[in-house]
């Protein structure tokens, strides 16, 4: 595990602290007690030097051996065709590309014989070959075919580039990076629904992967960040009870806004997935927001949004909605980087770009507002540990059997069974609400 850099920010209360001590020390030893740092402190500042150590995503790094455990979501199915496409994840170079079976592939951009981009390939029925001098690669990477050769596989045999998994299922195209046999991809209870439609929609960010999912667990920056949006009725008040529960998938979230009389509980899902609902708006949508890293400073988010039919619908009535959603979609470039959905997204997007590339931690004071923040930093230092004592992280799937995930997500207004955790967990009366 890599040591965490120091807090240079600290250095100042540290320096008073130093002083402190020096005016005591002729004083009886109990007067120096006041001088240490409260135990919250020391917390607090645990949590920022995990975060410096999760943002690099190398086959070393925490956060790359944690993501390596998992599919990831790569690209919306719809946007990719028939041709090989540049990808970069977890700071590899590939090359994703669909078999004409539909099948899609991902290997390494570079081909093996000297270099030339294989997202200039051609795709065959065994993989991809390169244009240069057309040695061909099957899905794993391996070279099976060098025509110039006197035996075109001989050569071949001993030649092999990366090659991951990939699969398109529920309209993305995921991919593992791991090694040894592939979990399952998770059956997420939206992705199985049939009585709505869905869509999916990607977005670029210009930061470390852990400022996107920061963002997913911390409720209250919807008070303030969203508040010109359509969001704005039901979360104007900034939380005044925020929770954190263990779930079997990571955590739930849940933020209680107790003069607007409503509770909204977020779940944060490994290895960085936010099942949320927003259910309070016209169309309501629940959401499946994935996030992958790219590299140390680029993140793609992948949205996927699933509208459910109002109760009695007509078709006219679906078909509208369905149009509603397309229209919006429209207006997203689909393969530029750096571009948004929605008005809230893109309030989103600027704030966790603005925190630089990769947040200085060394300059951040987490407070109460940032139980999220916190656990979620935790949740994965627990992940690494579960890996280096031999075990899966949360959330890795290995029951092929199972066939739904359910989340209870969204708003719940006063009087609903889980507008207060004392009520939805008998073992917290202590954090009953002041109702
Ligand atoms: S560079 Fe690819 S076959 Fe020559
Ligand atoms: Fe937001």
């Known amino acids: 595990m890599k040591k965490s850099p120091a807090r240079t920010k600290k250095s100042a209360p540290r320096k008073a602290a130093a002083s402190q001590r020096t005016i005591t020390k002729a004083r009886p030893r109990k007067a120096a007690a006041p001088a240490r740092k409260p135990a919250a402190a020391r917390v607090l500042g645990t949590a920022s030097r995990i975060a410096q150590d999760l943002v690099g995503v190398g086959t070393k790094d925490p956060a790359g051996r944690i993501f390596r455990h998992y599919w990831l979501p790569i690209e919306v199915s719809a946007d990719l065709g028939e041709k090989p496409k540049e990808v970069r994840f977890l700071g590899e170079d590939l090359v994703l590309f669909r078999h004409p079976n539909g099948k899609p592939g991902l290997v390494g951009r570079k081909c093996a014989h000297r270099n030339a981009s294989l997202v200039m390939g051609t795709v065959e029925p065994e993989g991809i070959r390169c244009c240069y001098h057309g040695w061909l690669y099957d899905c794993t990477g391996q070279c099976i075919d060098q025509p110039a050769e006197p035996d075109r596989k001989k050569l071949a045999a001993s030649i092999k580039i990366a090659g991951y998994p990939a699969e398109d299922r529920y309209g993305i195209i995921w991919a593992y990076f791991g090694e040894g046999e592939p979990p399952v991809i998770p059956p997420y209870d939206i992705f199985t629904r049939t009585d709505g439609f869905n ?30 949006s359509p969001l704005t009725d039901v979360v104007a008040e900034c939380p005044r009870f925020d929770k954190t529960e263990d779930t079997q998938y990571g955590f739930v979230v849940q933020s209680t806004r107790l003069d607007q009389g409503h509770s909204r509980l977020d779940h944060f899902v490994f290895p960085a997935m936010n099942r949320v609902a927003v259910n309070h708006i016209h169309p309501p949508l629940e959401i499946c927001w994935f996030v992958t890293p790219i590299d140390e400073t680029h993140t793609l988010s992948v949205t996927y949004r699933f509208v459910p039919n109002p109760p009695g619908a007509d078709e ?9 959603v397309e229209d919006m979609d429209k207006k997203i470039p689909r393969n530029s980087p750096h571009e948004s959905g929605s008005l809230v997204f893109a309030q989103d997007m600027w704030a966790m770009e603005s925190q630089g590339p990769i947040s200085d931690r060394n300059f951040e004071n987490l407070a109460n507002s940032d139980k999220g923040v916190i656990r979620l930093r935790r949740g994965y230092w627990d992940a690494l540990k579960a890996i280096e004592a031999g075990r899966d992280p949360p959330n890795v799937l290995r029951d092929a059997s199972v066939k739904v995930l359910n989340f209870e997500t ?15 967990n008998a073992h917290s009366p202590a954090e009953k609400l002041p109702v």
């Open 199 to 228: 869509r999916t929609v990607k977005s670029y960010h210009n930061c470390n992967w852990l400022q996107v999912a920061e963002n997913m667990v911390d409720p209250l920056h919807t008070s303030f960040l969203h508040r010109f």
């Open 316 to 324: 006219e009535a679906i078909q509208k909605r369905v149009k509603f």
């Open 410 to 424: 969204g708003i719940f207004h006063r009087g609903a069974d889980n507008f207060d955790p004392a009520r939805r």
